[in-house]
């Protein structure tokens, strides 16, 4: 994304109105969301109306200029409060990075006055968490249009979106593994498979979506045909690992705290002593923070080398999800072990949290996946072999 204006006044200015929007909707009804399995509508529509889900698009189309750091910001506050909502929040603006750099105008206009969700649609049945290799088809019809026909598995904000970056096999023949569509939402065609009643982020809509017969316009391609791995790769993951990132440590940061809480102030009344009294438990929650602290350093080094285009920022951007995903499965983990058999109630949020953490090892590109990539990186292999290309 193009146009940054990072600085302190705005900077003071995003935190201000995201803490007044956190406190008025999105911490009221997180445990509404996460109960009732509901989209958090009133939460997204607060975000969108304080300008937070136009803050990386570019000024020249009204948004607020902002780079990634600030959006990792805002996704670690969303993620402490409400899991749910900050992943439709982190997948809108992963989806938003492709539309920056290659959609119309007017729907960058849209997205920057907050008017406009969006997400991404990857993962198919064929291909499953292997977004890189795309199953479905796109074929040119005799109208001029193009026909999308594919399953996907897992959409994000599925039928709440307003549209979605849509990966599928090339138009034509070896011309590149893979073509990226803006498909708006709406089209006769496009379908939404059932409801979400999953273990976490139960709030994110995230379900099957079929496109059969689907049309849309030649136009809407993102990049030329066959460059979707390369926008992929390059533009997308950037984002969405990174953000990812931020998830999880939003995440971890508010179980250890809720766990320094309880030790705080839970006593025993046949001694009188606090939890936090307990030398073993002390120890204990220093491991969670230190753990936290550590994921922090990693993210805002990873932030750095984006920034200063370090030659290992490709490194470090997927190292941090892997060492994300499995943090925030430990932390979370552990601060409920911590916290005994009151972090089973609802009202502490903490099963919640723990809930929400499983997803991050199973979001593509997995840790699996990225712990490959890594070795391959640093080993000088390509990221992906030529048979997945």
Same mark, same amino acid.
């Given at each position: +994304? ?12 995003? =935190? ?70 900050? +992943?439709?929040?982190? +997948? ?31 993962? /198919? ?83 099957? +979506? ?16 066959? *460059? ?31 766990? =320094? ?85 609802? /009202? ?29 990186? *640093? ?11």
């Amino acid at each position: +994304m193009t146009s940054t204006v990072d600085n302190a006044e705005s900077e003071r200015s995003v =935190s201000h109105t995201l803490g007044t929007v956190i406190d008025d909707v999105i911490r009221p009804q997180a445990s509404i969301v996460d109960r009732d399995g509901t989209f958090p509508r009133p939460g997204v529509d607060a975000l969108a109306a304080a300008g937070l889900l136009g803050l990386a698009c570019s000024t020249d189309v009204g948004g607020g200029g902002h780079g990634l750091r600030t959006v990792a910001e805002l996704i670690e506050r969303l993620a402490a409060e409400c899991g749910s909502t900050a +992943m439709v929040v982190l +997948m809108h603006y992963a989806a938003t990075a492709v539309i920056e750099a290659h959609g119309p105008r007017e729907i960058r206009a849209a997205i920057a006055s907050g008017g406009h969700l969006t997400t991404l649609a990857f993962s /198919e049945y064929g291909s499953r968490s292997h977004f890189w290799s795309p199953i479905g088809t796109a074929t040119a019809a005799d109208d001029g249009s193009v026909r999308l026909d594919a399953r996907k598995s897992w959409v994000t904000s599925a039928g709440e979106a307003d549209s979605y970056v849509w990966s599928s096999l090339p138009l034509t023949r070896d011309a590149g593994p893979m073509t990226l569509w803006l498909v708006p939402a709406g089209r006769t065609g496009l379908s939404v498979a059932g409801d979400f009643d999953g273990l976490g982020l139960r709030g994110n809509g995230s379900r099957p +979506m079929t496109a059969a017969g689907l049309r849309v316009s030649s136009a809407g391609m993102l990049a030329a045909d066959g *460059a979707g791995l390369d926008t992929a790769l390059g533009t997308v993951l950037p984002w969405f690992l990174v953000l990812n990132a931020a998830f999880c440590l939003g995440l971890a940061d508010s179980a250890a705290a809720e766990a =320094s809480r309880h030790l705080t102030g839970t006593t025993l009344t046949h001694t009188g002593a606090a939890l936090r009294d307990a030398p073993v438990a002390r120890r204990d929650l220093a491991r969670l923070m230190i753990r936290t602290d550590a994921l922090r350093a990693f993210l805002g080094d990873t932030l750095s080398a984006l920034e200063a285009g370090r030659d290992d920022a490709t490194l470090r951007v997927l190292q941090v999800k892997a060492l994300a995903g499995e943090t925030v499965a430990d932390v979370t983990d552990g601060a409920m072990q911590l916290c005994g058999g009151s972090a089973f109630r609802k /009202e502490l949020g903490l099963e919640r949290r723990f809930r929400d953490a499983r997803a991050a090892r199973v979001m593509a590109p997995t840790t699996d996946a990225l712990h490959d990539f890594v070795g391959r990186v *640093a080993t000088g292999l390509p990221l992906l072999d030529e048979a997945n290309r």
